[in-house]
């Protein structure tokens, strides 16, 4: 498997991050967390059957890409912003060398609305699943990309357990094989091209065809016109 040379910086700098967050706290207390997980899945699944297009709105500071994305970043009001607009669940960065985002961004999100918010960062360790779930999370993100198949099993089996849902990305036909080996409750198909950060809403045609239709399936990147949303409707994705 050929990660692409920003996933790696990425990955590498998680490593070492992660290990210093062990040192700092050796052990995570799963009794910790201030309550039950909301349902990520029962509410995207909720606005889709009352014939929505269930929307995971994004919490993002800044991006490798494109640098600090909002100047004016209030956590709060963003959050309060996208459930006054319908979305179904938030999602939000929490890596901070390369997003600028908080674990904070994530407490306060979802004190601040009653949405299910997704952790988007890069799961790589044990350690940062029990972490997700005492931080209030409700949803862990797993990219296969990073991940080989058994640690990508072994992870969505901890999140699991825990009570969180958890969404699997994929990109390539590859990645969606052994995402599928794991009977997966929900299934991302991002539209970016990792390796060039080009943009293909043609990747979520292509995956579609091989994945089972009682997979709920999430497209990720490029959507940015409302008839880029009709396109994925018209093709039978929802979220």
């Known amino acids: 498997m050929k990660i692409p040379s920003v996933l790696e910086k990425i990955v590498a700098t998680k490593i070492d991050e992660v290990e210093q967050r062990k040192s700092a706290r050796p ?4 009794g910790d967390r201030p309550d039950a997980p ?30 600090v994305i909002r100047p004016n970043f209030d956590v709060v009001e963003i959050a309060k912003d996208y459930e006054r607009h319908g979305a179904a669940c938030l999602s939000c960065l929490t890596d901070e060398s390369y997003f600028q985002g908080s674990d904070d961004y994530l407490r306060a999100a979802r004190a601040a609305t009653s949405l299910p918010v997704l952790r988007k960062d890069f799961v790589i360790d044990a350690y940062q699943v029990d972490e997700s779930f005492v931080l209030g999370a409700d949803c862990v993100l797993l990219i296969a990309a990073i991940l080989s198949q058994t640690a990508m099993s072994a992870l969505y089996s901890q999140a699991v357990d825990l009570g969180l849902d958890v969404l699997i990305e994929v990109h390539n036909q ?29 990747t979520t045609h292509r995956l579609l065809e091989q994945i089972p239709s009682d997979t709920l399936v999430v497209t990720e990147s490029g959507i940015s016109a409302q008839s880029d949303v009709a396109e994925m409707r018209a093709a039978g994705i929802h979220t």
């Open 174 to 202: 590859a990645e969606c094989e052994a995402a599928l080996a794991l009977s997966p409750m929900m299934l991302g198909i991002n539209n970016r091209n990792l390796h060039d950060f080009s943009v293909d809403l043609g």
């Open 27 to 30: 052990i995570i207390d799963v």
């Open 38 to 67: 909301r349902g990520f899945k029962r509410a995207l699944v909720d606005s889709v059957e009352c014939g929505k297009s269930a929307v995971i709105a994004e919490i993002k500071k800044a991006s490798p890409s494109k640098g």
